[in-house]
C-alpha cells in the first residue's frame, strides 16, 4: 500500500463565526464547572422530577424509589421466580391505599387467583377487583393498553410473561397519560433484558419472613445491595411464636473445619429446609 499524506490543519485557518441570535433573543448563559440548572437532573442523584407517586407502604423502600414511592404515568416492572404470589406481599399496600381512596384495581392474565382472606388483610376489597382472565399473550398486550388508555382504574397489574421490547416500549408511552399506578409481573430471567420501563425492581424471599427488594434500575445511582423489608402476611403476625418469627435461627450453626485433618463431620443432622412462604 503506498503512504497516503497528511494535510495538517493550518495555523492561519480563519475561527468558525460566532453563532447569531434572533433579534430580541436573550443573551446566552455560559455555564460554569458544578452549576447545573435546577431543571437538570444529574445521574448521580435519585431523581426527584417525578409527577406523582403513592407510598409503597414501607418507609426504607419509599426512600430509594424517585419520588418516594411507586410512580404514576410510568411503568413498574416486578420480577419474580414465583409468579402471583411475592407481587402482593410487595404492591399490597399501596393498592390497598387504592382502594381506601375509592380506586378499583384491574388485575389482568394473573396466573393464579388471588387469595382473597390474604388480599384483604392489606385492605382490598374483593368487590374493587376486576379479573381479566386474557390467555393469550397477544390479547393480554390488548388488554394492557386498552385498560391504560382508558385512565378508569386506580391501578393496573399485568402479567406479561413474554413481552418484547418495544410492547414494552409502547406501553411507556401510553402509561405518560394514565394517572393510574401500572405494574407489569415478569419473570426474573427477563432481568437481561432490555425494558423502557423507568423502574425495575426484583423482589424475593427471605428465612425470616422479610421481602428482598432489588432496585435493579430507577432515575438514580445504582442501589448496591437488596432492601431487606418486614414482611410477615397478614393474619399470621398475631399467631407467630417469636421462635417461628426468626426461622433461621431453627438452624444450627456450621462446624469449624480442620484444615489439617480436613472437615470435621457435624454433630447435628443439619435442619431439612422450612417451608415458611
Not at 25 to 43: D, F, K, L, S, Y
Not at 119 to 129: N, S, T, V, Y
Amino acid at each position: 500500500m503506498s503512504a497516503q499524506s497528511v494535510t495538517p490543519w493550518p495555523d492561519d485557518e480563519p475561527p468558525l463565526p460566532a453563532p447569531t441570535r434572533a433579534a430580541g433573543a436573550r443573551p446566552w448563559r455560559v455555564i460554569g464547572h458544578g452549576e447545573v440548572p435546577n431543571g437538570v437532573w444529574r445521574g448521580s442523584e435519585l431523581a426527584s422530577q417525578v409527577s406523582e407517586t403513592l407510598s409503597s407502604g414501607w418507609p426504607e423502600l419509599d426512600a430509594e424509589l424517585p419520588g418516594g414511592g411507586w410512580p404514576r404515568r410510568s411503568l413498574t416492572e416486578i420480577l419474580t421466580s414465583q409468579p402471583a404470589v411475592m407481587e402482593w406481599r410487595l404492591i399490597g399496600r399501596a393498592l390497598g391505599s387504592v382502594v381506601a381512596a375509592g380506586g378499583e384495581i384491574v388485575l389482568i392474565g394473573p396466573p393464579r387467583l388471588p387469595h382473597l382472606p390474604g388480599l384483604a388483610h392489606e385492605g382490598l376489597d374483593q368487590k374493587r377487583l376486576i379479573l381479566i382472565q386474557a390467555q393469550a399473550p397477544a390479547e393480554r398486550l390488548w388488554v394492557t393498553e386498552q385498560m391504560i388508555k382508558s385512565n378508569a382504574a386506580g391501578a393496573v397489574v399485568a402479567w406479561l410473561p413474554q413481552a418484547r421490547q418495544e410492547q414494552i416500549r409502547r406501553l411507556q408511552v401510553c402509561a405518560q397519560a394514565c394517572d393510574a399506578l401500572v405494574f407489569l409481573c415478569r419473570p426474573e430471567a427477563a432481568r437481561h433484558e432490555s425494558s423502557a420501563a423507568p423502574l425495575r425492581v426484583h423482589a424475593s424471599y427471605g428465612l425470616d419472613w422479610e421481602l428482598n427488594v432489588d432496585l435493579f434500575k430507577r432515575r438514580g445511582p445504582v442501589h448496591a445491595t437488596p432492601l431487606a423489608l418486614p414482611s410477615v402476611p397478614g393474619g399470621l403476625a398475631a399467631i407467630l411464636t417469636p421462635r417461628l418469627r426468626h426461622p433461621s435461627r431453627l438452624f444450627p450453626l456450621p462446624e469449624p473445619v480442620n484444615a489439617a485433618v480436613g472437615s470435621v463431620a457435624p454433630r447435628h443432622r443439619p435442619a431439612e429446609h422450612l417451608a415458611v412462604h
